[in-house]
């Protein structure tokens, strides 16, 4: 373990480290110690190639120690093809797809290469079974209700799926290519934009970016209205989530209330910062908008009563018999593919894997306040549901605490341009789970490479997995128990 | 079971009426929200331009001068012009309404409302009480499209003017278009679009699929419905995203179930942005 230590630059999350001290290795050491890290329960948390001399690509890896809180760096430098480290560690499997689709890096023994986001149907087909009587079945990516697009083929016989492949990357709209050569004046709006259910999420991840980029930390106050913001981004998603699987189930009231009080987050946030999705809130160097201390405990007050409320429709939804027998059982994903594919955020606590950001990677004000992480047991949709509605509590917890005493002191400082030939890692949780964005700049201190990661990007792999073996007809229940984003996916 | 259900009553009547007020009563938005831009160019320097270059989707035309105009169909309604300008020529308003049914009519000069025209009366006598809508969203990012799920909650509720989302195109009177339309949807949304039988509506919801928003440029998209000549656009909402009462506003304006001024309150004119606290923080 020391001869691997020496070998892997440590860092913190929401450290700048010189780029230039990231180890570079030998292709064999490279995948020798991120395959012995990954399967003494490491995480990828990125994986991304830059051009490095001689037309190779530099390829770097960030890997996660949950348990010591730590992040290690290491590089190599890698030609046209690689040994694919797929089998022995399938977390890296879309990791590899996107090196070889971005850089024409060829992963050999890969099992399943395809691009990701520029998948062309008739040169890639899908994955597909033969049989007397087993079809197939093809939705999207135009989709029923108001979502996002994306195609689902199903393998199944009958009702009984055996198969689930998701092919995306309608939503490819180029946003790494430009935040090439940044920050400019589109860098904030673009990740903003990343996925807008979750602005706050990547904005932070940004904003901590950034700030490491240019060696200035925020006052208090506004790390503490972030930790709000980011926890009112979670509460609107998870009401508004749970609320969505009350009405797949046919369970109307709880669709009603909680699609009504998901509002009360959303409005919430537009009180912080005028936009219900808290665009235009955070920017690098704090925040934008103060709140006075009487306004903080009107919002303290109104968060506390929309959790009531949401309180009493989710014990509606729990004790119902029929919500039971449609949850229980469901779109199961056991603890061990969980943690083979690198699952994250509520997806991964659900099947009893205590992973969460806030907690083992803690920036911001979470270096000081604690929100407990919860967990079920399950790995199916029930347990999905109940770790979303204990996250809602323990949010709500948080941000009253926050609004009702808010550090004195200013809200924004100057933030300074990013210092040339740096690397910064930041790591949020977001409410699907962890978004990390890695920033490399230049010797001119412009961005040489901006890598975004969205939760769904190792996620989606989960919903595929809780299709085995399930009725085709469970799929909108199963899919909205996940409610992974398409656009963070696709960038 | 019988104590579920009293559970669930007992929920209901402490929950009353969760519709809004609008459009027979006032918007009620809140106090920071960012409405539409009012320009006084006769406040600016001479030949400063710091609004425009602060502005990430270019969406100031002619800054510092009598013609200067934001459009509103690239305006992401952030806080970055109002911080650039040293003279306050540059406010947001209160005003939710957003809409046109031209292009150009999201262009913006000084303090004008935007109100989007009625539809034709032949068009208003089909779909005037009954509008069904397929969305595409065509790489929007999720704002845009949770906000058009919230017009149809309890509160926006906007099944009480015969507006709804339909499943298929075929069940459908028009489609609203969402995102800035990348290349991996162009196929796609034509293909929706042509399997609505006509005569059917257009509609394009925010600043992606109006601009192509703050992706306009990126080589692997169109720019929005713009860069989609097939299809042509009947209203134009702007917004990113644009608020649940700017995307009814827009459709009941369009359906011909909305005239003039009202409903809201203060329509035109700048409204007082409030205490110092709504106002953006500077650094340092």
């Given at each position: 373990m020391?001869a691997?230590?020496?070998?892997?630059?440590?860092?913190w999350?929401?450290?700048?480290?010189?780029?230039?001290?990231?180890?570079?290795?030998?292709?064999s050491?490279?995948?020798?110690?991120?395959?012995?890290?990954?399967?003494?329960g490491?995480?990828?948390?990125?994986?991304?190639?830059?051009?490095?001399?001689g037309?190779?690509?530099?390829l770097?890896?960030?890997?996660?120690?949950?348990?010591?809180g730590?992040?290690?760096?290491?590089s190599?430098?890698?030609?046209e093809?690689?040994?694919?480290?797929?089998?022995?560690?399938?977390?890296?499997?879309?990791?590899?797809?996107?090196?070889?689709?971005?850089h024409g890096?060829?992963?050999?023994?890969?099992?399943?290469?395809?691009?990701?986001?520029?998948?062309?149907?008739?040169?890639?087909?899908f994955f597909a079974?033969?049989?007397?009587?087993v079809?197939?079945?093809?939705?999207?990516?135009?989709?029923?209700?108001?979502?996002?697009?994306?195609?689902?083929?199903?393998?199944?016989?009958?009702?009984?799926?055996?198969?689930?492949?998701?092919?995306?990357?309608?939503?490819?709209?180029?946003?790494?290519?430009?935040?090439?050569?940044?920050?400019?004046?589109?860098?904030?709006?673009?990740?903003?934009?990343?996925?807008?259910?979750?602005?706050?999420?990547?904005?932070?991840?940004?904003c901590?970016?950034a700030?490491a980029?240019?060696?200035?930390?925020?006052?208090?106050?506004?790390?503490?209205?972030?930790?709000?913001?980011?926890?009112?981004?979670?509460?609107?998603?998870?009401?508004?989530?749970?609320?969505?699987?009350?009405?797949?189930?046919?369970?109307?009231?709880?669709a009603?209330?909680?699609?009504?009080?998901?509002?009360?987050?959303?409005?919430?946030?537009?009180e912080m910062?005028?936009?219900?999705?808290?665009?235009?809130?955070?920017?690098?160097g704090?925040?934008?908008?103060?709140?006075?201390?009487?306004?903080?405990?009107r919002?303290?007050?109104?968060?506390?009563?929309?959790?009531?409320?949401?309180?009493?429709s989710?014990?509606?939804?729990?004790?119902s018999a029929?919500?039971?027998?449609?949850t229980?059982?469901?779109?199961r994903?056991?603890?061990?593919?969980?943690?083979?594919?690198?699952?994250v955020?509520?997806?991964?606590?659900?099947?009893?894997?205590?992973?969460?950001?806030?907690?083992?990677?803690?920036?911001?004000?979470y270096?000081?306040?604690?929100?407990?992480?919860?967990?079920?047991?399950?790995?199916?949709?029930?347990?999905?549901?109940?770790?979303?509605?204990?996250?809602?509590?323990?949010?709500?917890?948080?941000?009253?605490?926050q609004?009702?005493?808010?550090?004195?002191?200013?809200?924004?400082?100057?933030?300074?341009?990013?210092?040339?030939?740096?690397?910064?890692?930041?790591?949020?949780?977001?409410?699907?789970?962890?978004?990390?964005?890695?920033a490399v700049?230049?010797?001119?201190?412009?961005?040489?490479?901006y890598?975004?990661?969205d939760?769904?990007?190792?996620?989606?792999?989960?919903?595929?997995?809780a299709?085995?073996?399930?009725?085709?007809?469970?799929f909108?229940?199963?899919?909205?128990?996940?409610?992974?984003?398409?656009?963070?996916?696709?960038l | 079971?019988?104590?579920?259900?009293?559970h669930?009553?007992?929920?209901?009547?402490?929950?009353?009426?969760?519709?809004?007020?609008?459009?027979?009563?006032?918007a009620?938005?809140?106090?920071?929200?960012?409405?539409?831009?009012?320009?006084?160019?006769?406040?600016?320097?001479?030949g400063?331009?710091?609004?425009?270059?602060?502005?990430?989707?270019?969406?100031?035309l002619?800054?510092?001068?009598?013609?200067?105009?934001?459009?509103?169909?690239?305006?992401?309604?952030?806080?970055?012009?109002?911080?650039?300008?040293?003279?306050e020529?540059?406010?947001?308003?209160?005003?939710?309404?957003?809409?046109?049914?031209?292009r150009d009519?999201?262009?913006?000069a000084?303090?004008?409302?935007?109100?989007?025209?009625?539809l034709d009366e032949?068009?208003?006598?089909?779909?005037?009480r009954s509008l069904?809508?397929?969305?595409?969203?065509?790489?929007?990012?999720?704002?845009c499209?949770?906000?058009?799920?919230?017009?149809?909650?309890?509160?926006?509720?906007a099944a009480?003017?015969?507006?709804?989302?339909?499943?298929?195109?075929?069940?459908?009177?028009?489609?609203?278009?969402?995102?800035?339309?990348?290349?991996n949807?162009?196929?796609?949304?034509?293909?929706?679009?042509?399997?609505?039988?006509?005569?059917?509506?257009?509609?394009?919801?925010?600043?992606?699929?109006?601009?192509?928003?703050?992706?306009?440029?990126?080589?692997?998209?169109?720019d929005?419905?713009?860069?989609?000549?097939?299809i042509?656009?009947?209203?134009?909402?702007?917004?990113?995203?644009?608020?649940?009462?700017?995307?009814?506003?827009g459709?009941?304006?369009?359906?011909?179930?909305l005239?003039?001024?009202?409903?809201g309150?203060?329509?035109?004119?700048?409204v007082?942005?409030?205490?110092?606290?709504?106002?953006?923080?500077?650094?340092?």
């Amino acid at each position: 373990m020391t001869a691997v230590a020496a070998r892997v630059l440590e860092a913190w999350n929401g450290e700048a480290v010189e780029a230039a001290a990231v180890p570079l290795l030998p292709l064999s050491d490279f995948q020798q110690i991120a395959a012995d890290v990954l399967s003494a329960g490491g995480r990828p948390v990125a994986w991304f190639g830059r051009p490095g001399p001689g037309g190779k690509v530099l390829l770097t890896a960030v890997l996660a120690s949950d348990a010591a809180g730590r992040l290690g760096l290491l590089s190599t430098l890698v030609g046209e093809s690689v040994p694919s480290l797929t089998p022995e560690c399938p977390s890296l499997h879309l990791f590899e797809r996107e090196l070889f689709e971005q850089h024409g890096v060829r992963p050999e023994g890969h099992p399943w290469l395809k691009p990701v986001r520029n998948v062309l149907p008739d040169r890639h087909p899908f994955f597909a079974m033969e049989g007397e009587e087993v079809h197939e079945v093809a939705v999207g990516p135009v989709h029923a209700g108001v979502i996002e697009p994306g195609h689902f083929r199903f393998q199944c016989h009958g009702e009984h799926v055996f198969h689930l492949e998701i092919a995306l990357g309608y939503q490819h709209r180029g946003v790494e290519a430009l935040l090439q050569g940044g920050p400019d004046r589109r860098t904030v709006t673009l990740l903003e934009s990343v996925a807008g259910d979750t602005a706050v999420g990547h904005l932070l991840a940004h904003c901590h970016a950034a700030e490491a980029l240019a060696g200035v930390e925020v006052p208090a106050r506004a790390a503490a209205l972030r930790g709000v913001a980011l926890e009112l981004e979670r509460l609107a998603n998870h009401v508004g989530d749970l609320g969505a699987l009350a009405g797949d189930v046919g369970f109307l009231p709880t669709a009603s209330y909680c699609g009504a009080l998901r509002a009360d987050f959303l409005n919430a946030l537009a009180e912080m910062g005028g936009n219900r999705f808290g665009r235009g809130l955070l920017v690098p160097g704090g925040v934008r908008f103060d709140l006075s201390t009487a306004e903080a405990g009107r919002l303290a007050d109104k968060v506390k009563r929309a959790m009531d409320l949401v309180r009493r429709s989710l014990r509606l939804f729990f004790r119902s018999a029929s919500v039971r027998g449609r949850t229980d059982g469901t779109g199961r994903v056991s603890r061990e593919a969980c943690l083979s594919l690198g699952l994250v955020g509520p997806s991964a606590r659900a099947c009893g894997v205590a992973r969460d950001v806030r907690r083992d990677h803690a920036s911001g004000v979470y270096r000081f306040a604690h929100v407990p992480v919860a967990t079920g047991e399950s790995g199916d949709v029930f347990a999905r549901a109940l770790v979303r509605s204990l996250e809602c509590e323990r949010s709500a917890d948080f941000a009253a605490k926050q609004l009702r005493a808010l550090p004195r002191g200013p809200v924004r400082i100057p933030c300074a341009a990013p210092a040339p030939g740096r690397l910064a890692v930041a790591l949020v949780e977001g409410w699907r789970g962890e978004i990390a964005h890695v920033a490399v700049t230049g010797g001119d201190g412009r961005f040489a490479r901006y890598k975004v990661k969205d939760p769904s990007f190792h996620n989606w792999s989960g919903l595929a997995m809780a299709l085995r073996n399930q009725q085709i007809s469970d799929f909108p229940l199963c899919n909205k128990s996940f409610n992974l984003s398409y656009c963070g996916h696709d960038l | 079971m019988i104590d579920d259900l009293l559970h669930i009553l007992r929920l209901r009547a402490r929950l009353g009426r969760q519709t809004v007020a609008w459009p027979d009563g006032p918007a009620r938005l809140p106090e920071r929200f960012r409405g539409r831009p009012v320009l006084a160019p006769s406040r600016c320097r001479d030949g400063c331009r710091a609004c425009a270059d602060a502005c990430p989707t270019e969406a100031i035309l002619d800054p510092g001068r009598a013609g200067m105009r934001v459009d509103l169909g690239r305006c992401v309604f952030c806080t970055e012009c109002t911080e650039a300008c040293p003279e306050e020529a540059i406010r947001y308003t209160r005003d939710h309404r957003l809409s046109a049914s031209s292009r150009d009519g999201l262009l913006c000069a000084g303090d004008e409302p935007r109100l989007a025209r009625a539809l034709d009366e032949r068009m208003q006598r089909l779909f005037g009480r009954s509008l069904r809508l397929r969305q595409v969203s065509a790489a929007g990012c999720n704002g845009c499209e949770a906000e058009l799920n919230a017009i149809g909650n309890i509160q926006f509720d906007a099944a009480r003017f015969g507006i709804q989302f339909v499943a298929s195109p075929r069940h459908a009177d028009g489609i609203a278009v969402t995102g800035p339309v990348s290349e991996n949807m162009r196929a796609a949304l034509l293909k929706t679009w042509e399997a609505v039988p006509a005569p059917r509506l257009v509609v394009a919801v925010g600043a992606c699929a109006c601009s192509g928003g703050v992706f306009r440029g990126s080589p692997v998209q169109a720019d929005g419905l713009p860069g989609v000549p097939e299809i042509p656009v009947d209203l134009w909402i702007a917004g990113c995203p644009p608020h649940p009462l700017t995307v009814l506003d827009g459709l009941l304006r369009m359906l011909g179930c909305l005239e003039g001024e009202g409903p809201g309150e203060a329509p035109t004119g700048v409204v007082d942005p409030g205490p110092g606290a709504a106002r953006p923080v500077r650094a340092g």
